[in-house]
């Protein structure tokens, strides 16, 4: 649950390059993920000592273990595969539903009001400000993650960007005993290296078997 997690908070790009802080508490972590987008690639660098890099031209992402000094390549056909996996072990009886809870509360100096997202045994809960400043802007960048390479396994579970009038600030996820929250903390547009969307060179390919996606078992 906790990559998947990680994943959905990683939320057409804007011409400038962004730089989108989050806290990530919850799940036994706590610390800060960082999101850079430019053009369309992106680079996470996630509470866990992992990071994931994401061309969304060509739908492949790479997933670097930073311990191991190793990286994983994850193709379309991998991702559908491991998306029909997590659907499957959802067991959702019904299709999912976007209810507003007419909840309100202040993130990070912006109102938001709270939406309330069932899939399976599975609760999300969205806090989401209109009148972000540029929130289209942001927003599309935010949806760049989570509609391309691994993103999109998360984005079959998930409301479709236009579901929800404006930023998501906070997204809560919760399954059985288990609750992880992401906060945006930090949003600006600065100058991203492009370098950083490169594998560096002493880091070693390893492959992963994903049942169904045309790999053994």
């Not at 029909?84 to 067991?91: E, H, I, P, S, T």
């Not at 299709?95 to 399976?120: C, M, N, Q, S, Y």
């Not at 059985?176 to 992401?182: N, T």
Request: aromatic share 6%.
């Amino acid at each position: 649950m906790l990559l998947f997690a990680l994943v959905c908070a990683l939320l057409g790009v804007a011409h400038a390059d962004l730089v989108v802080v989050q806290k990530v508490e919850g799940g036994g972590l706590e610390g800060e993920m960082t999101i850079k987008f430019q053009g369309k690639k992106v680079r996470a660098d996630l509470v866990l000592p992992i990071s994931i890099i994401v061309d969304a031209e060509t739908g492949e992402s790479l997933m670097l273990q930073h311990r191991t000094k190793t990286f994983n390549r994850v193709g379309e056909a991998d991702t559908r595969a491991l998306a029909d996996q997590l659907l499957k072990a959802q067991g959702a009886s019904e299709p999912p539903k976007l209810t507003p809870t007419g909840e309100k509360k202040d993130i990070a100096g912006h109102p938001t009001e709270g939406f309330l997202w069932r899939v399976g045994q599975m609760k999300i809960r969205f806090w989401v400000a209109k009148d972000f400043p540029h929130g289209d802007a942001v927003q599309a960048q935010l949806n760049l993650l989570q509609n391309s390479g691994l993103g999109a396994i998360a984005s079959s579970m998930m409301p479709s960007a236009t579901d929800l009038p404006g930023v998501r600030l906070r997204t809560e996820f919760e399954l059985g005993d288990k609750k992880i929250a992401s906060t945006i903390t930090s949003i600006k547009e600065e100058p991203v290296d492009p370098a950083v969307f490169k594998v560096p060179a002493d880091y070693k390919e390893v492959a992963v078997p994903i049942n169904g996606a045309g790999q053994e078992p």
